[in-house]
């Protein structure tokens, strides 16, 4: 089956002689489909129209006007999917915005078929992915956060703790994130920060993470507007001084998926590019992605 839309995406796309094509897996679920339609809003990008899915139910995602047709991955082979995608979009990259239960499995499947893939998706074995993608030399950008300004506080406090470690060394974190209730795991982010805050001495057990879920708190105290109670994210640390003298908050407050959306396209374009350049390292984080002065790539 054919997507309606494709005809109109590949002319444009080919305008400029040097599409870049993308298959969003997930592209029926909230991250997959606002990345899809980035992908489709972006000149010189090509969005592939079948992608892996989990319920068959989720036949067609519509993407803007083009139909993406989901490959249930219980039904057809996936592996498949994957190589007859090479052969009609070749050099096509993956976007997975997919369940931290497909996380391994999924980059594992990439890895064996050569596929590069940006992976949005949190939880799964982060240690033991990072290390097999890795080992293969199959080219990735691996990230709990895409959204560039909050990798860059994440960064600056990646920063912080490499200058100045130790520097809160007997002080108190509390550290809560609210999400959509769908939402399964831990935060990523969280999890990513609350180690730069361990390098600076805080002794943080990840077990202590508040997470909020429930919609009373998160309209009450969390103050999530309703509208976005099914796409949030709210996160505070807050270090307090042993002796309750001295404290200091950091929050980053998201709403929509807009800006995580923005940072996986400009993660697509920077990794078509290492791939082009058949660079040495093949393996990347958003971090990356920022130091290469890719914070503005979304407007061009
Ligand atoms: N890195 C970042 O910046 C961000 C990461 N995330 C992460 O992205 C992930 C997805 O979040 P969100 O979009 O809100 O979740 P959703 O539940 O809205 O979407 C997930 C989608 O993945 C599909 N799916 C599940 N398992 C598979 C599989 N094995 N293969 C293919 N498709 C599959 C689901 O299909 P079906 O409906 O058929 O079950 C669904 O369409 C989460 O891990 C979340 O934490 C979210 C925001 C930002
Ligand atoms: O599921 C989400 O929504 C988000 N997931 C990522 C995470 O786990 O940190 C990024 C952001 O918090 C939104």
């Known amino acids: ?26 592209v029926s679920g909230k991250m997959g489909h606002a990345t899809a339609c980035g992908v489709v809003k972006r000149a010189g990008f090509e969005l592939v129209p079948y992608a892996l899915t989990k319920r068959a139910t989720a036949a067609t995602t519509d993407v803007l006007g083009t139909e993406v047709r989901g490959v249930d991955v219980g039904e057809e082979d996936a592996g498949e999917t994957l190589e ?25 499947l990439y890895v064996k078929h050569g596929v590069p893939f940006v ?5 799964g074995d982060r240690e033991r992915m990072l290390r097999e993608v890795k080992e293969s030399g199959n080219y990735a950008v691996i990230a709990p ?11 600056a406090m990646k920063l912080m703790a490499e200058q ?9 974190l509390t550290v809560t994130e609210s999400h959509q209730s769908s939402k399964k795991d831990t935060s990523g982010t969280a999890k990513a920060i609350v180690a730069s805050f361990n390098d600076l001495g805080c002794g943080f057990d990840l077990n202590d993470i508040e997470l909020v879920r429930d919609v009373e708190s998160q309209t009450g105290k969390m103050g999530v507007p309703e509208e976005h109670l099914l796409g949030h994210a709210f996160h505070t640390y807050r270090l307090t001084s042993a002796d309750g003298t ?15 959306a923005e940072g996986t396209v400009d993660a697509v374009g920077f990794l078509k ?11 990347y984080d958003m971090i990356d992605v920022l130091k290469e002065g890719a914070m503005g790539e979304w407007v061009k």
């Not at 599409?19 to 969003?24: D, F, P, W, Y």
């Not at 956060?145 to 960064?155: D, I, P, R």
């Open 164 to 172: 100045f470690p130790g520097a809160f060394e007997g002080y108190t």
């Open 246 to 260: 001295v404290s200091f908050e950091f929050q980053h407050n998201v709403c929509g998926r807009s800006i995580y």
């Open 119 to 123: 992976m949005g998706t949190t939880g």
């Open 273 to 283: 590019r290492k791939v082009d350049a058949k660079d040495p390292k093949t393996l």
């Open 1 to 26: 089956m054919r997507a309606r839309g494709r005809a109109i995406v590949a002319t444009r796309a080919s305008a400029d002689g040097a599409t870049t094509r993308v298959m969003v897996n997930g």
């Open 84 to 108: 007859r995608a090479k052969r009609e979009y070749p050099g096509f990259i993956v976007v997975d915005y997919t369940q931290p239960d497909s996380v391994n499995s999924n980059a594992a």
């Open 145 to 155: 956060q895409m959204g560039k300004q909050v990798v860059a506080f994440q960064a």
